[in-house]
C-alpha cells in the first residue's frame, strides 16, 4: 500500500482481533521515561527492543502519586527501568560528593516508588544502566557517586567515545547465573559503556552475576529466585547481541500474566498462618509490616484470597510463661487465650471494609467475587479445650474450622510426633473430642501428631482429616511430616496433606527454596493424587524459604505449577480446592442428634488484652 495510505493496515488490524477483548493479546511493558526540558521522553531503542521481542510497549512519565503508581501496576506486565541522570544519593543516605553529577528530581522518588511495588507484585523487571543503580537503591543497596574519584587505580573507561552501538570492553559473567544462561552460557560478554555511576553494594536481595575487568559491578539478579535483574551497559544499542536481554523480559512479562489471570479465577487458600501469635507486639494487619509475613497488603500484592488463622497454644509451661509478658494477663487460660486471638481478629475485620471472616467454602467465593480478603480461624493445639469436650461446641460456634489436636508435645487428647508416647496414639478424651467434632462439622488437624495418634484418629473420624501444614518424610526424614504409607492412608480416607514451608520439613541442615517445595508437592501428588494436596505456609509460624518468604510471593508458587504444566483444574485444586472440598464434606456430614447442653461461658477480650 502507498505509504501515506493508511486504510488497508487499519482493516487488518480489525481483522486480526486485536482491538477486542484480552484473549491472546501482548504483554505490556512499562517503560520509565527520563525527564528534561520540562518533558517525559525516552530513546527509541527501548521500545523498539520490546516491540521487537514481541511486547507492546508503553512509556511510564515520572508521576508520584499513589493513585497513578498503583494504576500503572494494575496495567503492565513487566518494568523496564531505563537509564539516565544521576540518583540523588540523598535517597541512599548519603551526602553529595564533588564528583556526583546532574541529578533528575522530577523522576527519582516516583522511579524508586514504583520499582519497590513492582518488586513487591513479584513483577518482571530489567534495569538498565541507571535503571540498575535505581534497582539496587529501591531494595536498600549503595550506588558509587562516580567511580573515577572512587575505584582503584587501574579502573577502565567506562564512558566511551566511540558510537553507542560499539561494544567497548568485556564483562565477565557468573556462571549459572540468569545472565550466564540468557547467553547460552557464555561467561565473557563484550558491551558498551556509558556511565560514572555504578552499584557498589547490591544490598540483601540482589547478588552480583557480572563484573567489568577492574571489579565495576555490570549485573545483578534477585538473590530469592525472582524474575529481577539489571546490567549496567546499554543492550538497547547493541541490536542483536542486546535483543535476548528484552527477550528474557517478555518472557517472564508472559508468565507473570498468566499467573495474575489463574489467580484471577482460582480461589486461593493458605490453610496454616500463624500471625495472630505477633498482634500482641502492636501489630497493624491492614499495613505493611516487615514484623509479620502475612498482612493484608501482602496477602494483595501475592494475589492470596484467603488464610487460616490459628490461635496457637505453646505446650510446655516455660512457652506458655514467655507470652505472659505480651498478652499482660495475671493468669494464663489457654481457652482464654483463644478467645482473645478470635476477638482481635474479629475486630481486625469489622474495622476494614476489605476483609471478610469466611467459615464455608461458599462463603470463601463471595468474599473474593467481593473484592474482600477471607480470614478463617483455626486452633494449634487442643489445650484451648482444657480437657473439656463442651468447649469443642464454644469454638464451633465461634466459627473455628479445624483443630490441631497437639502441637510439639503429648496433651491429655493425644501423643504428638514430638512427645514421648503417652497414650500409645489418642487419649479416650481425644477420641471423644473427634467424635464431637464430627458432629458439629471442625475438621480434625493431625499435623505435629505422632504416627500412632495419626493413625487412631483416621479410624475413629467419620469424616475425612487434614494435615494442614505438614511435608514428606521420604525427601526430609523429621518426625513431623508424614512417610508415604501415611499420605496413602489419608487419601484412602478422603484426606489431605498441605505442604508446608518450615524450612527444617523441606531440607535437614541446609538453605531451603521454593524449588524444595515443589519437589515435596510433586511426591506427595505421586503418592496420594492430585486430589490430596495443598499448600499451608506455617508464615509467621517459622515457615517461609527462599523464592516463597512470605504472602507476597505466593503468584511465584502459580507460576511453578504452570512451568510444571500443571492443568488449570489441578492448579484450583492444589490452590485450596481439595481442602475446601474436604471441609465441606465435614460440615456437611449429619450424625445423629445429641441432647443440648449448657455451653462454658466466655468472657469477651478478658481478661487478656492483645
Known amino acids: 500500500m502507498n505509504h501515506y495510505d493508511f486504510t488497508a493496515q487499519l482493516a487488518d488490524i480489525y481483522r486480526s482481533g486485536v482491538l477486542y477483548g484480552e484473549n491472546g493479546r501482548k504483554p505490556i ?36 502519586d499513589d493513585a497513578d503508581i498503583m494504576a500503572t501496576l494494575d496495567r503492565i506486565d513487566g518494568l523496564l527501568l531505563s537509564g539516565g541522570a544521576d540518583i540523588n544519593p540523598l535517597f541512599m543516605g548519603e551526602e553529595p560528593l564533588p564528583a556526583l553529577g546532574g541529578i533528575n528530581a522530577e523522576r527519582d522518588l516516583p522511579e524508586l516508588l514504583i520499582t519497590r511495588l513492582a518488586f513487591n507484585r513479584q513483577m518482571p523487571i530489567l534495569g538498565i544502566c541507571r535503571g540498575m543503580q535505581t534497582l539496587a537503591a529501591a531494595l536498600g543497596g549503595k550506588v558509587t557517586q562516580d567511580i573515577a574519584t572512587e575505584s582503584h587505580a587501574k579502573a577502565i573507561k567506562h564512558s566511551q567515545d566511540a558510537d553507542r552501538h560499539v561494544t567497548t570492553h568485556s564483562v565477565n559473567v557468573l556462571a549459572d547465573s540468569t545472565l550466564y544462561n540468557i547467553y ?17 553494594d547490591p544490598g540483601r536481595r540482589l547478588r552480583v552475576t557480572a563484573n567489568a575487568a577492574d571489579g565495576i559491578i555490570e549485573a545483578v539478579e534477585s538473590n530469592e529466585l525472582k524474575p529481577v535483574m539489571a546490567v549496567q551497559w546499554h543492550p538497547e544499542c547493541m541490536g542483536e547481541e542486546g535483543a535476548p536481554l528484552f527477550q528474557w523480559l517478555v518472557k517472564q512479562a508472559k508468565a507473570y500474566r498468566t499467573a495474575q489471570q489463574v489467580h484471577d479465577r482460582t480461589l486461593t487458600l493458605d490453610t496454616h498462618c500463624d500471625t495472630p501469635m505477633l498482634f500482641p507486639k502492636g501489630i497493624d494487619f491492614t499495613m505493611r509490616d516487615e514484623r509479620i509475613l502475612v498482612d493484608l497488603p501482602k496477602m494483595t500484592e501475592g494475589r ?38 478470635f476477638d482481635r481478629i474479629e475486630n481486625i475485620v469489622a474495622s476494614n471494609p476489605r476483609l471478610a471472616i469466611a467459615r464455608t467454602p461458599e462463603e470463601l467465593w463471595q468474599n ?15 489445650l484451648a479445650l482444657e480437657g473439656k469436650v463442651l468447649c469443642v461446641d464454644h469454638f464451633a460456634q465461634r466459627g473455628v474450622v479445624y483443630i490441631t489436636l497437639c502441637h510439639n508435645g503429648d496433651n491429655d487428647l493425644c501423643d504428638s510426633a514430638k512427645g514421648t508416647q503417652t497414650h500409645g496414639g489418642l487419649s479416650p478424651l481425644g477420641e471423644q473430642v473427634i467424635r464431637q467434632m464430627n458432629r458439629l462439622g471442625v475438621m480434625v488437624d493431625l499435623s505435629h501428631a505422632a504416627e500412632s495418634s495419626f493413625y487412631n484418629a483416621l479410624e475413629v473420624s467419620q469424616t475425612p482429616i487434614v494435615c ?5 518424610r521420604a525427601l526430609c526424614d523429621h518426625p513431623r511430616n508424614l512417610t508415604d504409607e501415611q499420605m496413602r492412608a489419608l487419601a484412602k480416607k478422603g484426606g489431605v496433606c498441605q505442604i508446608t514451608l518450615y524450612p527444617g520439613f523441606l531440607r535437614l541442615n541446609e538453605t531451603a527454596t521454593i524449588l524444595d517445595a515443589m519437589e515435596h508437592l510433586e511426591h506427595a501428588i505421586s503418592v496420594m493424587g492430585i486430589d490430596h494436596v495443598g499448600l499451608g505456609t506455617d508464615f509467621d509460624g517459622d515457615g ?8 507476597s510471593e505466593l503468584t511465584l508458587f502459580t507460576r511453578q505449577l504452570l512451568a510444571r504444566r500443571f492443568s488449570d483444574e489441578d492448579i484450583q485444586k492444589i490452590w485450596g480446592g481439595n481442602f475446601l472440598r474436604v471441609m465441606s464434606q465435614v460440615q456437611q456430614w449429619k450424625p445423629a442428634p445429641e441432647p443440648e447442653m449448657p455451653l462454658p461461658r466466655h468472657k469477651k477480650a478478658t481478661p487478656l488484652t492483645l
Open 29 to 64: 511493558i512499562g517503560i520509565t521515561a527520563n525527564y528534561g526540558e520540562q518533558n517525559a521522553k525516552l530513546a527509541e531503542g527501548y521500545y523498539k527492543q520490546v516491540a521487537l521481542a514481541g511486547a507492546t510497549p508503553v512509556i511510564i512519565p515520572p508521576l508520584a
Open 184 to 200: 547460552k552460557e557464555q561467561s565473557v560478554l563484550y558491551v558498551n559503556s556509558f556511565h560514572h555511576q555504578a552499584v557498589n
Open 304 to 341: 492470596l484470597d484467603a488464610t487460616i488463622m490459628v490461635a496457637y497454644i505453646p505446650q510446655s509451661d516455660e512457652a506458655q510463661q514467655q507470652l505472659l509478658p505480651m498478652m499482660n494477663a495475671a493468669h494464663f487460660s489457654p481457652f482464654d487465650y483463644a478467645n482473645a486471638i
Open 368 to 382: 473474593k467475587l467481593a473484592g474482600r480478603k477471607s480470614i478463617m480461624l483455626g486452633i494449634e493445639n487442643g
Open 468 to 472: 494442614s501444614h505438614s511435608s514428606c
Open 544 to 551: 517461609g524459604v527462599r523464592g516463597l518468604a512470605d504472602a
